[in-house]
């Protein structure tokens, strides 16, 4: 039977006019935790659909913490085998 692991996220979002930012927090199960932040902002002809800005901040703060999955991963790939890996990302 295999080991199921969980991570939580935590995201958060802030409203400021036409601008929504997005701050993001994973905590993996060896405690370590990442932060990501993304940002949106509406242009002035578009109808205010305050949803759409955070699905879009949300999204670019989840590529952020992404991205230091990836380089976070590679460099324990590193360290154990003793060469340099590259993330495809």
Known sequence: MQTLVGWH????????????????MVRLGD???M???GNAQRHHSDPEQLR?????????ALMDI???LLQKAHTEIDEASGRTSRPLM
Do not use: K, L
């Not at 996220?9 to 993001?24: L, S, V, W």
């Not at 759409?52 to 670019?60: C, K, L, P, S």
């Open 9 to 24: 996220i935590e995201m958060e979002f802030q409203e400021d006019g036409d601008r929504t930012r997005a701050a993001a």
């Open 31 to 33: 405690g370590t935790e």
């Open 35 to 37: 932060r990501g932040h």
């Open 52 to 60: 759409v800005g955070e699905e879009i901040a949300g999204a670019r």
């Open 66 to 68: 992404a991205s230091q």
